[in-house]
């Protein structure tokens, strides 16, 4: 049983602990004198010819950017060192980010402008990172299923808490992990973008889910695990009530779409036992990823919810984790086609792909 | 006036030499009796839930990766290395791609697949090399404006041959510049993609420009160029019938969209004199670029012209210049909220940036 217990930081922001076990006493009071206000100057701006949204974060230009270990902001406090975490230990910690690309308090700093063609508006969501575990030199691969479980649960209710706010669309929880893909902090954690609006790539595939259930009365994603299984080659792994496996059409190297084979929209709709069996296929799926090429994987994991209000009765959970690694030395990246033309070419079939991570996980079961 | 030269490499596939006067005698054969026959097995697999195709191109794994100077296929061939370019020196030459992402050949060693949710096809398009200069160490930048025209000659002219073809939908000229976006043979060189469909990002762009000129009798295009150069912050230069502005909503942290000012769909529709303009303006843009931090600047370069079928009448021509370079020891990595979510986050304003392009450009000129 996952309990909370909310605190706040010098400079205003929420912080909250996630624990397995209820027992965390008064929390210790964030004693730094010298953490500036926030004064987040996040614009959202929009491309009337792509027709999409571009965040414009000027403040994060100056953020923390490889700190050394010894001075690691998701480390617990100590008396040496006052961090981001007040608290001298931890399980799982939640906390809005210090420099976020989305802020409510963003308001404060941005006049909309409203001159057609120029239309901006403040940023209004929300940026919170999430620290898996207080051990800087984990991962969250290495979790055991108790702890990936607190995160489970860590993200369902920071999804609800956010699904509140007014301005927030779409909560999305994710990690980037690795240096390849630009993590400038090395303690593992995620992150949780609240957006003030339905992101364009999920907004395509609720109108698509939305779509085929008026005409068809029945859900795409259930359909797609349901062919999945029976055609078999590109299934990686299966627990009580979960699918992971590489999509027929997959964009990257190495990518699984990890879906709960009840039609359920959000984390917080899994019953308790779902997210066990979650908890124990999602730290397998990574220590699969990290086996590939028995290097820990740059990768980015994130969560396909149910938007908070548009389009958000057809919609069916779905995690998807990739790869950038597509050989020991060889980075996949995204350049002209991806970049600027938005199609993706993949070099590893999804089949082969599909059985390296079986393979992968046969190695690690041993 | 940039004439043209056509031959065909040992293993069948065509070369095209552009120069800027007649003259080209006989052309080299090709005397590589080593080079294995193509057999391109690429295919797009279409994604329900995504509403879009992905191109797997299994053969592209082994595509040639960093070879050194000594060995560049771009170099004109000596008679110590036969590379892909026979003659012993050209000025702009094109030839299809070794390790196509895209060919008309994958029709024969790929089978279509139709049983729903599972379909795919030969990827059944075409992949050019264009080698902007012999001079190996070279950049587009360093080339005289008198070559540059020749380039853009030679964009127009493929253009116009690709979209002949029945199974080509659009026709994408395109450079990655700079190993930071993945680029693996150093010689300046850039690439030209007929799609077998039209690129997500410009179909949808397509479809806006439709719309508003359905609605309003105008074109979007158009109206930004007026907005952008009445507004005047985010220009960065102008030439005869060119703007170069940063958008409102730059997705980048230096970004430039390049427009003809005349309602133009393609390359091949710009005259004589708004060509000659051109390469000045894209060769100013370019220094630009690589002014900012006084260092090469890893770039995309892409031509977004009219699709070669559908939607093509309210097409405006614009090409899209953008670094992942944020600060001099600083790259934009996509992440989670760009990749996943398709969401960008910039740190850099546009008008900031365009600032400080049109200081690089300024001090450039002095």
């Not at 008064?26 to 730094?32: I, M, N």
């Not at 395509?204 to 029945?218: D, I, K, Q, V, Y």
């Not at 958000?312 to 033309?341: C, N, Q, V």
């Amino acid at each position: 049983m996952t309990t909370r217990a909310d605190g706040q930081l010098a400079d205003g922001r929420a912080i909250a602990y996630y624990d397995g076990h209820p027992g965390r006493g008064p929390l210790a009071p964030d004693r730094r004198t010298d953490i500036a206000p926030l004064q987040p100057a996040s614009e959202i701006r929009w491309d009337p010819l792509q027709h999409d949204y571009a965040v414009i974060a000027r403040h994060r230009q100056e953020r923390t950017y490889h700190p050394p270990v010894e001075l690691c902001p998701l480390c617990p406090s100590t008396d040496a060192l006052l961090t981001e975490v007040p608290e001298p230990d931890y399980e799982v910690v939640v906390f809005e980010n210090r420099f976020p690309s989305l802020s409510l308090r963003s308001v404060d700093y941005v006049t909309p402008l409203l001159d057609p063609p120029f239309r901006s508006a403040p940023a209004a969501g929300r940026c919170e990172v999430v620290s898996f575990t207080s051990d800087h030199r984990g991962s969250f691969a290495e979790l055991s299923p108790e702890r990936a479980r607190i995160v489970v649960d860590a993200w369902a209710d920071r999804t609800a808490e956010m699904s509140r706010e007014p301005s927030i669309e779409y909560v999305f929880c994710f990690e980037n992990r690795g240096e390849e893909i630009g993590v400038t902090l090395g303690h593992p954690h995620g992150q949780i973008y609240g957006y003030p609006f339905v992101p364009p790539r999920f907004f395509r595939m609720a109108e698509t889910l939305a779509r085929t259930h008026e005409r068809t009365g029945s859900c795409l994603q259930c359909e797609l695990v349901a062919a999945e299984v029976a055609d078999g080659r590109r299934v990686v792994d299966v627990a009580e009530g979960w699918v992971a496996y590489v999509p027929f059409a997959a964009r990257w190297p190495y990518e699984v779409r990890l879906v709960p084979t009840r039609h359920v929209g959000s984390l917080g709709d899994l019953t308790e036992s779902e997210r066990d069996a979650l908890a124990g296929i999602y730290l397998r799926v990574l220590r699969a990823f990290d086996g590939l090429f028995e290097l820990p994987a740059p990768y980015i994991a994130g969560w396909q919810q149910a938007p908070v209000r548009l389009l958000r009765e057809s919609w069916h959970l779905a995690a998807e984790i990739f790869t950038i690694r597509r050989a020991p030395d060889k980075l996949k990246y995204l350049a002209g086609s991806e970049s600027a033309a938005a199609v993706w070419i993949n070099d590893i079939v999804p089949e082969t792909s599909a059985a390296r991570l079986r393979h992968a996980l046969a190695t690690l079961s041993v």
